[in-house]
């Protein structure tokens, strides 16, 4: 695992010269457009990168960008890796690995998701407080390598308290609204059924999804500093009386891309300069 995670980093470090972007970003569904904002984009397709895996979801355009926002360097993933798509755990945690080994110190996930809360709606933003692990498995199983982290990782603040701070004072300069809310992961790709989601509601969940959480883990795991945010697209099942569809991840994505871009934006040019872990 070690070798491969190198091989990939001394790849992407050699097509982005001397660049050393301390933030790395993952873009969920429909929210990928951020990435082709960047000042001096150098672009990286997944396939060309060594042990790599591909996406193959719609909307995720699959590839790394490297290259300035807001005036700080960073490295950015347009689209992800799901464990729905037959990936094993390894593959789906591999990028934030790879982000890490190559010197990335604070990690900004983002996803599209389904509305638990019922004060939601569909375009909500929504800061992901903490989550909830609900795939069955741990992408930590297995023998621990130290060099990416200690044996048993804690938990309890896997989402950067400051960083959150941030995301809320930076809403408020902006005029957005940033909800809050606990993340569930759940395997997919099926949606929940109604009986799901009353009880997700039940254990405290505000938002479901189908990603984010192994990156998390990982990311804690090796030291990263954290912060989530998701966008609710639409509404899951039973709360509104109508059948799921992803077209209708991809609508709401869109209609509510500029405040999503906006806000990362600015939460990316005051973040710190040196990340804690």
């Known amino acids: ?22 933030i790395a970003m993952v873009l969920g569904s429909g929210l990928g457009e951020l990435g082709d904002e960047l000042k001096d984009p150098i672009f990286i397709p997944y396939e060309e990168i060594p042990h790599y895996p591909v ?9 790394l960008v490297c290259g300035e926002l807001a005036g700080r360097q960073v490295l950015v993933a347009q689209g992800r890796q799901h464990f729905y798509e037959g990936y094993p755990m390894s593959d789906v945690i591999f990028p934030v690995r790879t982000m890490r080994v190559l010197g990335a110190r604070t990690l900004v996930l983002t996803n599209a998701a389904g509305g638990i809360n019922p004060s939601f709606g569909e375009g909500t933003l929504m800061l992901i407080e903490d989550h909830i692990n609900l795939f069955g498995t741990n992408p930590l199983i297995g023998a621990n390598v130290e060099e990416l982290g200690p044996r048993f990782s804690d938990m309890t603040r896997c989402y950067s308290a400051r960083l959150k701070e ?4 930076v809403a408020a300069q902006e005029g957005i609204d940033l909800a809050a809310g606990v993340y569930a992961g759940v395997t997919g790709p099926s949606y929940e059924t109604p009986a799901e989601i009353r009880y997700l509601r039940t254990i405290g969940a505000d938002a479901v999804g189908m990603s ?14 954290i912060m989530g945010i998701s966008c609710i697209t639409n509404m899951a099942a039973g709360i509104l009386d109508k059948e799921l569809d992803h077209s209708e991840v991809m609508v709401t994505a869109e209609r509510i891309k500029e405040d999503f871009k ?7 040019g005051q973040m710190p300069g040196e990340q804690e872990s």
């Not at 980093?9 to 010269?17: D, K, L, P, S």
């Not at 193959?56 to 590839?63: E, F, L």
């Not at 984010?212 to 500093?225: D, F, K, L, S």
Request: aromatic share 0%.
């Open 166 to 169: 941030l995301a809320r004072q």
């Open 212 to 225: 984010t959480v192994p990156e998390a883990i990982a990311a804690r795991h090796g030291g990263m500093e």
């Open 55 to 63: 996406s193959t979801v719609a909307g995720h355009k699959g590839r």
């Open 262 to 268: 906006r806000l990362i934006r600015q939460i990316v």
């Open 1 to 22: 695992m070690i070798e491969k995670l190198r091989e990939s980093a001394t790849a992407i470090q050699e097509r982005i010269g001397d660049r050393k972007p301390a």
